[in-house]
């Protein structure tokens, strides 16, 4: 793993905003080159895509599962500038357990249903079967923006800052809950975001068609939500990759009781960063 991550843990004001709020924004994570190789990435998976479905260009793209799918991706995992800040949040027992490229193109018309989603926390019944108030946290995405989204109206995420604390909110049948904020980020930025913000899809009335990769980590007890296909990259991996992916050393008891072997980014913190810097 790249040395550069050491430099680049949550400073004292990120993780102040995150617990606050639920989410961070931060800028210029991406240089143009990396955001011109991904942006290749994914529209080589749309076209693929959307022949296969027989979706037309200015149809909404959602593509499950797509690290495996090009080695491009694959090194956003461990990204030196943002992954840091993820197992500052989530402890070095982490994984990934979900992604997802969203395409959103500009709006014709009648807005798309696709294009005009609703308020929801994520996770699916996560949210009906653990108990607590707030639940736990258990997960965070991560979203790179490879188009502009600094504008209101670009198919931007919808928010509730602070609902992350709350496991219900009363929506309105007939306008928007009250203190939403649309998160305005640039292309070649990224946003943080706790799993239990309660948040939403909006539709794009800009002409820009809106390009975003989600990388979902969570502790690695949890189940996976994608079949995550890439045992035919794990020759190319150094040990932390293959923790995130999913790889276990010492069998299924690794995953709750993992020793050092299953988790070799704890001994990778502790080797660069020093015992004191290891999450509990």
């Known amino acids: 793993m790249d040395a550069s991550c050491a430099e680049h843990l949550l400073t004292d004001t990120e993780r102040i905003q995150f617990e606050q709020d639920g989410y961070l924004i931060l ?7 990396r955001i ?5 990435a994914t ?31 694959l090194e956003m995992i461990d990204y030196p500038l943002v992954f840091p800040k993820v197992w500052d949040i989530l402890s070095w027992n982490l994984q990934v357990y979900h992604t997802h490229i969203v395409i959103t193109p500009p709006a014709r018309g009648e807005i798309p249903k696709s294009q005009d989603g609703g308020w929801h926390q994520d996770s699916g019944r996560i949210n009906q079967e653990l108990e607590g ?15 502009d989204c600094s504008k209101p109206g670009m198919a931007n995420f919808r928010v509730i800052p602070g609902s992350h604390m709350f496991n219900k909110m009363e929506i309105p049948q007939d306008r928007q809950p009250d203190g939403w904020v649309d998160v305005l980020c640039p292309a070649g930025g990224c946003v943080f975001f706790d799993r239990r913000l309660w948040h939403r899809a ?5 002409d820009i068609t809106r390009k975003a990769l989600f990388y979902g980590y969570s ?32 069998g299924a008891f690794g995953f709750t009781s993992p020793k050092d072997e299953d988790v070799p980014l704890r001994a990778w913190i502790e080797e660069n960063l020093g015992k004191e810097a290891i999450p509990a």
């Open 27 to 33: 800028e210029n994570v991406l240089p143009q080159d």
């Open 36 to 40: 011109d190789d991904l942006l290749d």
């Open 43 to 73: 529209d080589e998976i749309a076209a693929t895509e959307r022949a296969k479905r027989g979706l037309a260009e200015d149809d909404r793209l959602s593509i499950i599962d797509f690290i495996g799918r090009d080695e491009r991706f």
């Open 133 to 147: 108030s707030p639940r736990p946290r258990v997960s965070i995405k991560v979203v790179y923006f490879l188009s």
């Open 202 to 206: 909006t539709p794009n009335h800009s």
């Open 219 to 250: 502790y690695r007890w949890l189940r996976p939500r994608d079949d995550i296909k890439v045992k035919h990259m794990w020759d190319k991996c150094d040990p932390v990759r293959r923790q995130l992916l999913g790889a276990s050393a010492t």
